[in-house]
């Protein structure tokens, strides 16, 4: 049985930085694809990036580009999303999920694990 746990998530003004983190228990994210994703109220949930585990590999999105980082540490066997130049329209609950799929998948679908999700909020 898999379970991903979010940490990290808080209060900031625009402009700052963060970093989340995901943990696993029951298994190793060896050999997956892990995914960030964000979802605002209102609004469907949102690819933010990935990590392919076996080699380090990131995917982003265009929105996300050269302010958020996805990474993994096998020694700790977390999944971690820096974010920063944080900015209002970035407030959303932030998860992290995990799939067998190959490549570079995006959609919710693809995914079968989910964390519970952390809440991030960006004031001005």
């Known amino acids: 049985q898999v379970q991903l746990v979010e940490s990290g998530g808080g209060l900031l003004q625009a402009g700052g930085s963060l970093r989340l983190s995901c943990a696993a228990s029951g298994r190793t994210f060896s050999g997956h694809i892990m995914g960030w994703f964000r979802q605002a109220p209102g609004k469907e949930r949102e690819f933010v990036g990935l990590v392919r585990w076996s080699s380090g590999t990131t995917y982003y999105t265009d929105p996300m580009k050269g302010r958020f980082t996805v990474s993994r540490d096998s020694a700790k066997n977390t999944v971690n999303l820096q974010m920063n130049k944080l900015k209002t329209e970035d407030t959303a609950v932030y998860y992290c999920?995990?799939?067998?799929?190959?490549?570079?998948?995006?959609?919710?679908?693809?995914?079968?694990?989910w964390g519970q999700g952390t809440q991030v909020t960006v004031s001005s």
């Open positions: 999920a995990e799939t067998r799929s190959v490549g570079t998948p995006t959609a919710t679908r693809s995914y079968v694990y």
